[in-house]
């Protein structure tokens, strides 16, 4: 079972676009992280926030957590057709747990 | 190497066959994870490591799985009499501290039970 879910499952965009993508979780966490999938290929780590912040930004990313709603948000400004990928947020509640993940489609 | 490497990249097996999946994480990384993905879905935790420790073993799905890093590196996930239902994605990850921090994943072992 996984203790996140991640709105929308899918997303198409074109190239430029903003994209944004939601997670809720079930239980307190220590910290929320955000991982990109390319297809066939292993996940990279994209932004770890913690539990005691509410935004953070790393280049192209911003990252939301409200904790009193248990979401996150990940946006992605002027996206790119190389972010097209598999999004998946990942909570530290004592153990590791992921969604099920946005399959983000930018268009060129 | 630069990264975390997992061996083989694809493996078939018969129902009933033993496999052994390997996992060469990142050198000096204190942790290690082995994670299972089904096509479609998000990773799920298996077990971790603290050097040669498993701290965690609470995801295994039963104990036909079994993993090892007997010296605090190179580890093994064994699956014996392998079902059709353990066909997945095997994906390792390690970390340079000892929680649930930034992860460096291995592309991952295909297992295909027929």
């Known amino acids: 079972s996984q203790q996140g879910e991640e709105d929308p499952q899918a997303l198409s965009i074109q190239e430029g676009e903003n994209a944004t993508m939601n997670c809720s979780y079930k239980?307190?966490?220590?910290?929320l992280q955000w991982y990109r999938q390319n297809s066939g290929r292993g996940l990279v780590h994209l932004i770890l926030i913690r539990s005691n912040e509410r935004e953070k930004h790393s280049g192209r990313l911003r990252v939301t957590l409200d904790t009193s709603k248990k979401s996150s948000s990940l946006l992605i400004t002027a996206s790119r057709a190389a972010d097209t990928a598999s999004y998946f947020c990942a909570t530290d509640a004592g153990k590791f747990y992921f969604g099920s993940g946005t399959k983000l489609n930018v268009k060129p | 190497g630069a990264g975390v490497s997992q061996s083989p990249r694809y493996k078939v097996a018969k129902r009933g066959q033993d496999v052994a999946l390997r996992c060469d994480p990142i050198?000096?990384?204190?942790?290690l994870f082995w994670y299972q993905q089904a096509l479609g879905q998000g990773p799920e935790f298996l077990t971790y490591f603290q050097n040669e420790a498993q701290l965690d073993k609470s995801g295994l799905p039963s104990d036909r799985f079994f993993a090892e890093r007997p010296e605090g590196s190179v580890s093994t996930l064994k699956i014996q009499r392998t079902q059709q239902e353990d066909s997945a994605v095997y994906l390792c990850?390690?970390?340079?501290?000892?929680?649930?921090?930034?992860?460096?994943f291995g592309p991952g072992t295909r297992l295909t039970v027929l």
């Open positions: 050198s000096g990384h204190v942790s």
């Open positions: 990850a390690s970390s340079q501290r000892t929680d649930y921090n930034e992860q460096f």
């Open positions: 239980t307190s966490i220590n910290n």
